[in-house]
């Protein structure tokens, strides 16, 4: 079935460094969503971009919407300790299913 | 603030029992869904409903069934608990509005973490 690949699985940073997950699907998609879990807890919700080539900002944390609509990143600035858990971002396909990326650990090393 | 209420946050089983899993929002969502998350494996759709009485197989739905008797709970069925349905199981709802952006952000509740001995 579709799929949407994230990588990378996980990703180790000092504090301070910056940090970067990305999303590929193999077909267009309709809108994607960004979803931070941290530890323990449950996914909650961040951003949807809905726009081909669309960048969103929320303080430190980029979000980008591939020109194509196949791909989407995540990228934080200067990450900081409240940044640690799993990002997972999730894309609607054109039966209006969200297929879930298989999410990326952010660990920050002290 | 958007609730999610999943009866249970922890729940042993033993193999071959029927488990229930109930999940209740607050926010009169059209939407609901079952997932089970897994290390490495992300979150894999179960089954999900955008109705009352309505229901659709999502990726995994083998040994599991749902209901939807009213608009605002969800329940998640094992007829008949095996190991392999150990995990943690989440529930989540969101609106629906058509068009490009159809899919809302999804609420989730905090999870039960099923074990089946």
């Known amino acids: 079935g579709q799929q949407v690949m994230q990588i990378p699985q996980y990703q180790h940073v000092q504090e301070g460094e910056d940090f970067t997950t990305y999303c590929n699907s193999s077909t267009t998609l309709s809108n994607i969503q960004w979803y931070k879990q941290r530890p323990g807890g449950h996914p909650v919700f961040l951003i949807q971009?809905?726009?081909s080539g669309e960048v969103k900002k929320q303080k430190r944390l980029t979000f980008q919407f591939g020109e194509a609509k196949k791909n989407s990143s995540l990228h934080i600035t200067a990450t900081q300790t409240t940044d640690v858990g799993t990002y997972f971002c999730?894309?609607?396909?054109?039966?209006?299913?969200?297929?879930w990326g298989a999410g990326t650990k952010l660990i920050i090393k002290p | 603030d958007v609730k999610v209420t999943q009866s249970s946050r922890y729940l042993v089983k033993r193999t071959g029992e029927k488990v229930f899993l109930e999940c209740v929002q607050d926010?009169?969502?059209?939407?609901m869904f079952w997932y089970r998350q897994d290390p490495g494996l992300g979150l894999r759709l179960i089954y999900f409903s955008y109705d009352v009485k309505m229901k659709e197989k999502g990726d995994i739905p083998e040994g599991y069934s749902v209901s939807r008797e009213k608009k605002e709970r969800f329940s998640l069925i094992l007829e008949s608990a095996s190991t392999n349905q150990t995990s943690m199981y989440l529930c989540?709802?969101?609106?629906?509005?058509?068009?490009?952006?159809?899919?809302?952000?999804?609420?989730f509740g905090d999870g039960t973490r099923l074990s089946i001995l």
């Open positions: 971009l809905v726009k």
């Open positions: 999730a894309g609607q396909n054109s039966n209006y299913q969200l297929i």
């Open positions: 989540a709802s969101s609106f629906w509005t058509g068009g490009e952006g159809s899919n809302q952000p999804q609420h």
């Open positions: 926010m009169d969502h059209e939407n």
